[in-house]
C-alpha cells in the first residue's frame, strides 16, 4: 500500500525567501510522485511529477523537487517565494503496475507568504 | 468552459436528505474519481470508475453511491446524509495509460446542518 507524509500542516515564509515543502512516502513498488498546488476556492492542479528518469524535476511557477529512493522523500522546493505562491500543496504517490494505479494524497500543506 | 465541470458548487441542505453531487467532463478520459477534502486530512477517495461498466469502492465509500451514466458523466450520491459528511467534495478525470496525472473540477461544497 501506498502513503506519504506531509511534515507541517502549515508553512511561513517571508518574501524572497526559500521555500521548503517536505513530504515523505512509502510505497510497495517504484512510486510516481506528484505536487498538487491549490489556490482558493479552486480545484488542484499539477505543480510537478517525477514518474522514471532524472530525480530532479522542475515544475511551473520556479518550483521543482528532487526523488530521494534512499530518503524515501520527494521535497517541493522554490529559491524565492512570492506572494502568489501562497496556497495548499498537497504531495501525493502512486504505485504504477498495480491495478488501479490510484493517487494517494497527503494531508496538505498550508503556504503562508509574508510580505 | 472547465474541462471538468462540478454542479451544485455550493450546497446547504438538512439531516437525512438525499443530495446528488454531478459532474461532467469534455476531456474525453475513461478514468473519473470521487475525493472529499476535510481541513487537514487532504484528499480522500470515495468512488471512482474506469468505464461505465467498472464502478470501484474507494477507502471511504460508506454513506455514498455512484452513478456513471457516460463516459463524460459520473454523479455522487449521499442517500440520507449526515452532519459529518459536511465536506469539499472533487470530482476529478485521469487520461489513464499509467500517468496518474488527475485533473479536478473546482469542488462542490456541501454543509449537512
Known amino acids: 500500500a501506498q502513503s506519504v507524509t506531509q511534515l507541517g500542516s502549515h508553512v511561513s515564509v517571508s518574501e524572497g525567501a526559500l521555500v521548503l515543502l517536505r513530504c515523505n512516502y512509502s510505497?510497495?513498488?517504484?512510486?510516481?510522485l506528484f505536487w498538487y498546488v491549490q489556490y482558493p476556492n479552486q480545484g488542484l492542479q499539477l505543480l510537478l511529477k517525477?514518474?522514471?528518469?532524472?530525480?530532479l524535476v522542475k515544475g511551473i511557477n520556479g518550483f521543482e523537487a528532487e526523488f530521494k529512493k534512499s530518503e524515501t522523500s520527494f521535497h517541493l522546493t522554490k529559491p524565492s517565494a512570492h506572494m502568489s505562491d501562497a496556497a495548499e500543496y498537497f504531495c501525493?504517490?502512486?504505485?504504477?503496475?498495480?491495478?488501479?494505479?490510484?493517487?494517494?494524497f497527503g494531508a496538505g500543506t498550508i503556504l503562508r507568504v509574508k510580505s | 468552459d472547465a474541462d471538468v465541470t462540478q454542479t451544485p458548487r455550493n450546497r446547504i441542505t438538512k439531516t437525512g436528505k438525499r443530495i446528488m453531487l454531478e459532474c461532467s467532463q469534455t476531456k474525453g478520459h475513461d478514468r473519473m474519481y470521487w475525493y472529499r477534502q476535510d481541513p487537514g486530512l487532504g484528499l480522500r477517495l470515495i468512488y471512482y470508475s474506469f468505464d461505465v461498466k467498472d464502478i470501484n469502492k474507494g477507502e471511504i465509500s460508506d454513506g455514498y453511491s455512484v452513478s456513471r451514466q457516460a463516459q463524460a458523466k459520473f454523479s455522487l450520491s449521499l442517500e440520507s446524509a449526515i452532519p459529518n459528511q459536511t465536506a469539499l467534495y472533487f470530482c476529478?478525470?485521469?487520461?489513464?495509460?499509467?500517468?496518474?496525472?488527475?485533473?479536478f473540477g473546482e469542488g462542490s461544497r456541501l454543509t449537512v446542518l
Open positions: 510505497s510497495s513498488v517504484p512510486p510516481y
Open positions: 476529478a478525470t485521469d487520461p489513464g495509460q499509467g500517468s496518474g496525472e488527475l485533473f
Open positions: 501525493a504517490v502512486s504505485a504504477p503496475g498495480l491495478y488501479g494505479n490510484k493517487l494517494v
Open positions: 517525477y514518474t522514471t528518469g532524472a530525480t
